[in-house]
Nanobody, 123 residues
Framework: QVQLTESGGGSVQAGGSLRLSCVVS????????MGWFRQAPGKEREGVAA???????TYSNSAKGRFTISQDDAKTTLYLQMNALKPEDTGMYYCAVGRYIATLLEVNEYEYWGQGTQVTVSS
């Protein structure tokens, strides 16, 4: 059973930075895509940033230029560096892993999810 554990969330003021981490354990997949998603209260979960098995990255329009997704060489830890945070970035952030991803930011294509880490940005 694949397990994902996020950390690094917290409360920051607008303009601040946070670095999220996601440890992925018990996966033996040779080709996986990994992504970060967020869900604000009362809203649907949305894709923020993702990286495929070749290292290609994609970002939502709101994340471009401010967030950076990366992973370690073993592909067991996923990171999201978030800079210039805005109040609208507030939400629960989840990492996810999937083997057969056609659209990297598509929520429904991911198979395994973490429990999430809360990010709160105050103005």
């Amino acid at each position: 059973q694949v397990q994902l554990t996020e950390s690094g969330g917290g409360s920051v003021q607008a303009g601040g930075s946070l670095r999220l981490s996601c440890v992925v354990s018990r996966h033996t997949f040779s080709h996986v895509s990994m992504g970060w998603f967020r869900q604000a209260p009362g809203k649907e979960r949305e894709g923020v940033a993702a990286i495929d098995s070749y290292g290609s990255t994609t970002y939502s329009n709101s994340a471009k230029g401010r967030f950076t997704i990366s992973q370690d060489d073993a592909k067991t830890t996923l990171y999201l560096q978030m800079n210039a945070l805005k109040p609208e970035d507030t939400g629960m952030y989840y990492c996810a892993v999937g083997r057969y991803i056609a659209t990297l930011l598509e929520v429904n294509e991911y198979e395994y999810w973490g429990q999430g880490t809360q990010v709160t940005v105050s103005s």
